[in-house]
Antibody, heavy 118, light 113 residues
Framework: EVQLVESGGGLIKPGGSLRLSCVVSGFSFTDAWMSWVRQAPGKGLEWVGRVKSKTHGGTTDYAAPVRGRFTISREDSKNTVYLQMDSLKTEDTAVYYCTRTAGSFDYWGQGTVVTVSS | DIVMTQSPDSLAVSLGERATINCKSS????????????LAWYQQKPGQPPKLLIY???TRQVGVPDRFSGSGSGTDFTLTINGLLAEDAALYYC?????????FGQGTKVEIK
């Protein structure tokens, strides 16, 4: 059974940092490209960024609103992908989903809630 | 960035009838080298993550009922739900994966009339 389990969300003040984790099971994590997608309260879906598999260079791409503030990394030995979020803004408040990426997003976690508020 | 625009924003359909959702991209998402449209459709119910329904514009994900179908090419796409069931009431999103940043439509809410 495929599982993606996010953790690390919470309430954080503007300007703060948070690191989200996503532990994966049920498919070959080493070969997978992974993305983070977020959804602000009552809003639509927004792609945040992606990390390729190590065999494809392990490189990352980001959406403009988070570029330079967010960093995606992976630890294949732990089947885990991370989202380091720095310089958080109130507009980063959202549910953050971890997804397996093949261009389309075929597997999703349940999400973790990040609230940025003073 | 490729802008994805869905229409309508919401629709109410009777049980057993057909629901049609349109998605238009601001530029073509067709890649001629492999003859594929880089377009996916998702369903999202309240409190749940999205679920992939369709990829490559018309290929159903494993386990998705065949009452869901996708069509279109280039910049204009359609998700059709034939024989609507109560469980199909949800939000539906299209998404392009032709170019970074990958982008979604704003969503279409399907309700039961």
């Amino acid at each position: 059974e495929v599982q993606l389990v996010e953790s690390g969300g919470g309430l954080i003040k503007p300007g703060g940092s948070l690191r989200l984790s996503c532990v994966v099971s049920g498919f070959s994590f080493t070969d997978a490209w992974m993305s983070w997608v977020r959804q602000a309260p009552g809003k639509g879906l927004e792609w945040v960024g992606r990390v390729k598999s190590k065999t494809h260079g392990g490189t990352t791409d980001y959406a403009a609103p988070v570029r330079g503030r967010f960093t995606i990394s992976r630890e294949d030995s732990k089947n885990t992908v991370y989202l380091q979020m720095d310089s958080l803004k109130t507009e980063d408040t959202a549910v953050y989903y971890c997804t397996r990426t093949a261009g389309s997003f075929d597997y999703w976690g349940q999400g973790t809630v990040v609230t940025v508020s003073s | 960035d490729i802008v994805m625009t869905q229409s309508p924003d919401s629709l109410a359909v009777s049980l057993g009838e057909r629901a049609t959702i349109n998605c238009k991209s601001s530029q073509s998402v067709f890649y001629s080298s492999n003859n594929e449209n880089y377009l996916a459709w998702y369903q999202q119910k309240p409190g749940q993550p999205p679920k992939l329904l369709i990829y490559w514009a018309s290929t159903r994900q494993v386990g998705v009922p065949d009452r869901f179908s996708g069509s279109g090419s280039g910049t204009d796409f359609t998700l059709t739900i034939n024989g609507l069931l109560a469980e199909d009431a949800a939000l539906y999103y299209c998404q392009q994966y032709y170019s970074i940043p990958w982008t979604f439509g704003q969503g279409t809410k399907v309700e039961i009339k």
